[in-house]
């Protein structure tokens, strides 16, 4: 809940005692295809949130959910915000629900591949304890066991020793 502590932010990189920092940044970006402005996240904000993170940022994971919705915002963000920083980044298939069958997967997958950005081979599939989670202020590791948490911390483990991560996440 750092959005309050921008200062603290901005200051990520300064923090020595963890291997790996994750920030979960708000996902809408105000772009259009044309946006020429100097700084295209504007103003306000989220804006400034998503400014200091970057700023400090290794690499970027980037959430694509399997809908057509996302892909055009999706591309906007990699090619004004993420590649002009020179972030190496993986952009990873979030909320995917197996019960809607795998056209809406397929589709994304062939979406991504055909923009030429990285894509994870993981894949976060939906399940309604995430949603709680995030209402709760927990985090995947912090679930309740049962099968369904399970399942959904598996898919995390997955992405970050895909990721490189080492399975870490102090």
């Known amino acids: 809940q750092a959005h309050n502590d921008l200062g603290s932010l901005r200051k990520l990189r300064a923090v020595k005692s963890v291997q790996h920092i994750f920030v979960d940044t708000p996902g809408w ?20 949130i998503l400014r200091a993170v970057l700023d400090n940022a290794d690499s970027v994971i980037l959430p694509i959910e399997p809908e057509p919705l996302g892909f055009k915002p999706t591309v906007r963000t990699v090619r004004q915000i993420v590649q002009p920083r020179g972030l190496p980044y993986t952009v990873v298939i979030n909320n995917w629900d197996p019960r809607d ?70």
Do not use: C, M, W
Not at 33 to 44: C, I, N, Q, V, Y
């Open 29 to 48: 970006l105000d772009l259009s295809d044309d946006d020429t402005t100097a700084d295209p996240l504007g103003d306000g904000k989220a804006a400034d």
């Open 101 to 170: 069958g795998e056209a809406d997967l397929k589709q994304t997958q062939e979406f991504v591949e055909k923009n030429g950005f990285p894509l994870a081979t993981t894949v976060i599939r939906h399940y309604k304890v995430h949603a709680r989670a995030a209402a709760e202020g927990l985090v995947v590791t912090q679930y309740k066991p049962n099968r369904s948490a399970f399942e959904a911390r598996e898919d995390f483990y997955k992405l970050a020793l895909e990721l490189n991560l080492n399975g870490s996440a102090r």
